[in-house]
């Protein structure tokens, strides 16, 4: 057992980093230089995890990251997350079985049989409504802001929803592996302070250093930090988590002025926040201010200056902002990258299995997965330990960095990298993460196979995709093998993937003959709330629901977690700032 064990460790030395592997001996990949800004490395992932979280870094005091992000790090909400940017569609609606998948042929094993159903709709996720940022309040989450109504198409009537993403959200569970982030890959692997694209190489603000008794500019240039790059895309995008206009100093002000977390419940045994964690209310013990929390994860000079600054980072008597305020998206990415990093999962029965644990997967896994590398030809793009030629080699240099085009929609729809080539996606967890593809087009894991099966969608293909054949049990085996890549921390959300409470908008009130309900200002129609409980290191008695469960709506009476019906805690006014 042990020699065999031996030898095939030794086997995937040699076949390089494109054999399929266990997870857990792949280093994370550290940004470069990056003592530099930090001083401490827990304190830097604590402040992480609370960013993460915290419903008050949304404009409309109720928006966090986790918002899109809360189910095995990707989104689980059925409702007001269908979009079409290209045709009229209708707003809120509910998601169902009989939706997907959205591009529907006769015989889903012939890509040339009669086409059932073309739909360009897309599933994203909710975001803010659309407003213009005016100003903030100190000491209140929610950000003030007038609606702007000359966009139809998250309308109805004279009713606002909640917009849409145009692409379904990912999970961001193991994308510190990626040279790239996004389904484009725009976030860069160089991270700049400011940009998500890493692009600000000669010109831009640069970050604010104490020197010398005064304030320098200074460069930024990190390397391998593209979840760094891509933290600071939602915070100010104005459909994700922000009014059109907002800037980093004022969410820096506005964050420095509030109570992390002050609206949601933390679990004392939370595997980052529990030592923080008020044991009796919401939010963390007074003293885990959110400058405290910047003090002990940055280096000072990045921090220590009290002179006051314009909205330009110049110094002015009269300015309303601070060296902290001004480096803020600085170190907004760099602790988020650094919480993220540790969401990796790496203990997944095909991990056992390739550390030697040759009863990890069962005999039909185990087919599916010499189906998954050889027949269906999945490795050419989902390899490696991360399932993703997008990822880096160990050295640090890039695999094949690999965007492809697969033809899951015509190119026209959306270009991606260009020519409508994406992500090779990693595919851990893959069991809890629909719907599928940038679209989000297909409801299940068979679907997918489906999909590859008859060699895509829509031409034109590259990257050496082929129609295969396979017997449904040989689908079957290929289905129960990418569910074999799911980690049991991560479907019952033990540490590190346990998470403070949140509440989530989950659609908007319709009256019985469908008209949206108007909510507290008047142009936005009345929102649906829903809870997810704190959770600590331990995790859920029951497994995460999955998408497809969710549409059947089974697992409601308590077999799974975040079926979408808990109520909320919080009170709405709370929560809404008023
Ligand atoms: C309104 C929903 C929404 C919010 C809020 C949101 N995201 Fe996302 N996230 C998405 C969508 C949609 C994508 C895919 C977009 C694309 O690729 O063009 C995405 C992509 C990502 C990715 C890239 C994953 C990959 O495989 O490439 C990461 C990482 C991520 N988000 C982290 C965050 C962080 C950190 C925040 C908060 C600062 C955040 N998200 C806020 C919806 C959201
Ligand atoms: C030519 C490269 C290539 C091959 C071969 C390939 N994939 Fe993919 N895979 C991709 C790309 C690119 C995406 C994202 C496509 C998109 O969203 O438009 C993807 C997405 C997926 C997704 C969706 C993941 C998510 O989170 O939405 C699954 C599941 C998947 N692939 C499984 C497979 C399986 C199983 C095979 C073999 C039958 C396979 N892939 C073969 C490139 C490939």
């Keep these: 057992m042990k020699i065999i064990a031996a030898g095939l460790l030794l086997m995937n030395v040699a076949f390089g980093q494109t054999q399929l592997r266990s997870l857990r001996a792949v280093p994370v990949p550290e940004p470069s230089g990056l003592s530099e800004y930090v001083r401490d490395k827990a304190s830097l992932i604590r402040l992480g995890k609370v960013f993460f979280w915290d419903m008050q870094a ?138 998500v694209t890493g692009a600000n190489e000669a010109e831009g603000p640069g970050v604010l250093v104490a020197r010398n008794g005064g304030l320098e500019r200074q460069r930024v240039r990190i390397d391998k930090a593209s979840l760094a790059a891509q933290a600071v895309g939602p915070a100010l995008d104005h459909l994700e988590m922000s009014y059109a206009g907002r800037t980093w100093p004022m969410l820096a002000k506005k964050l420095l002025s509030l109570p992390p977390l002050a609206l949601q419940k933390v679990a004392i045994d939370d595997s980052v926040l529990g030592p923080l964690a ?164 297909q409801s299940t894991l068979e679907q997918v196979v489906d999909f590859y099966r008859r060699g895509g969608d829509f031409a034109p293909i590259t990257g050496d995709l082929r129609a295969f054949a396979a017997t449904p049990g040989q689908t079957a085996a290929i289905v129960a093998f990418l569910k074999a890549l799911s980690d049991d921390r991560v479907r019952y959300e033990r540490a590190p993937f346990d998470h403070p409470e949140l509440c989530v908008p989950v659609g908007h009130e319709e009256d019985e003959s469908g008209e949206l309900k108007p909510g507290d200002v008047a142009t936005s129609a009345a929102e649906r709330w829903r809870g997810l409980a704190a959770v600590g290191a331990g995790g859920n008695a029951a497994p995460l629901q999955t998408f497809d469960e969710m549409l059947r709506k089974f697992g409601e009476n308590g077999e799974r977690a975040h079926t979408m019906n808990e109520a909320c805690t919080a009170s709405l006014a709370s929560l809404l700032g008023r």
């Design 58 to 195: 949304g404009s409309d005091g109720v928006t966090a990251c986790a918002t899109c992000h809360f189910h095995a790090g990707a989104d689980h909400r059925p409702q007001n997350s269908l979009v079409d940017p290209n045709s009229p569609f209708r707003v809120n609606a509910e998601l169902s079985t009989v939706l997907f998948p959205l591009y529907l042929l006769s015989d889903p094993r012939n890509r040339n049989s009669a086409m059932v159903r073309d739909s360009g709709v897309r599933v994203g996720s909710a975001g803010t409504f659309r407003r213009i940022f005016e100003g903030i309040v100190p000491g209140q989450a929610a950000e003030l802001g007038r609606d702007a109504l000359d966009k139809p198409e998250f309308m109805r009537g004279d009713m606002q929803v909640r917009r849409v993403t145009p692409r379904n959200t990912p999970s961001v569970f193991n994308t510190v592996y990626y040279v790239r982030n996004f389904w484009d890959g725009r976030a860069g692997r160089t991270f700049d302070g400011f940009t």
């Design 278 to 441: 008020r044991k009796e209310g919401r939010g963390l013990e007074e003293q885990h201010t959110y400058f405290a929390m910047i003090q002990s994860a940055f280096e000072p000079k990045f921090w220590e200056s009290s002179e006051r600054l314009n909205a330009a980072g110049e110094l002015d008597p009269m300015g309303e902002f601070t060296q902290v305020g001004h480096n803020f998206s600085l170190f907004w990415g760099l602790a988020l990258q650094a919480y993220q990093s540790t969401l990796n999962s790496d203990a997944s029965p095909f991990d056992r299995f390739m550390e030697g644990d040759s009863h990890a997967l069962t005999p039909q896994e185990q087919e599916g997965m010499r189906l998954f590398q050889n027949a269906a030809g999945c490795t050419r793009c989902h390899n490696g330990a991360e399932f993703s030629a997008a990822a880096f080699n160990e050295n640090g240099s890039t695999r094949a960095d690999s965007f492809e085009r697969t033809g899951v929609r015509p190119v026209g729809d959306d270009i991606g990298s260009g020519n409508g080539a994406f992500k090779s996606i990693g595919l851990r967890n893959v069991e809890f993460t629909g719907p599928y593809f940038h679209n989000g087009g």
